[in-house]
C-alpha cells in the first residue's frame, strides 16, 4: 500500500504539481522560484522523511505571494491524499525544535477538520530574500484548510528571522512525520484511531 499524494493546480497566476510520498527517506526535489521557500519546502520532506516534488510556476513579477500560497494549498491537498483513510495512523504528533536562539512548539492532530493555532515573535523583520515574513501564517492556514488538520505552531521567543521560520518547519516536519506513521499494532489491527470511527 502506497502512501502517495499527487496534485496539479492550475490557475491564472500559478501552476503547481506536488507529488509527496510520506514513507519516503527525504529524498526532496522542489523549486517554486522563492529561494527561502525552497529552503523551508526542502527542511518538510527532509525533517518529515517525506519524498516531496514541488514544481511551482507563478506570477512573481507581481510578487511570491500567490506562488508561495498556492503551493501551500497544493501540498495541503497532497498530504490529505496520500493519507487515504488513515488506517493504522498514530493520528498526533508533536516536536519542539530549536535553532540557535530561537524555538518552535508544533503539535498537530490528523483530525479531518481544519483548525490553525499560531503565535510568533511580532517584531520580525519583514523579508528573509524574496520571503515576506507574514506568509509563514498564510502558509500554515493553507495547508491546514487543505489538509483538514488540526496544527497549533508556537514560538515562544526568537530573534532572527530565518531561525524563527526554519524552526517552525523543522518542528511541523517532524510532527507530521510522527502522525502520519503507521503504528504497527494499529495497522497490524487495521484500527481508526476514532471512537467516533471516521477521521
Ligand atoms: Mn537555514
Known sequence: MSRIGRVERTTKETSVVVEINLDGTGRV???TGVGFYDHMLDQLGR???FDLTVKTDGDLHIDSHHTIEDTALALGAAFKQALGDKVGIYRFGNCTVPLDESLAQVTVDLSGRP???HTEPE???PMIGAYDTTMTRHILESFVAQAQIALHVHVPY???A????ECQFKALARALRYASELDPRA???GILP???GAL
Open 158 to 160: 526568537g530573534r532572527n
Open 29 to 31: 526535489d522542489v523549486s
Open 187 to 189: 495497522a497490524a489491527a
Open 194 to 196: 476514532s471512537t467516533k
Open 162 to 165: 530565518h531561525h524563527i521560520v
Open 115 to 117: 483548525y490553525l493555532v
Open 123 to 125: 517584531n520580525m523583520a
Open 47 to 49: 525533517h518529515g522523511m
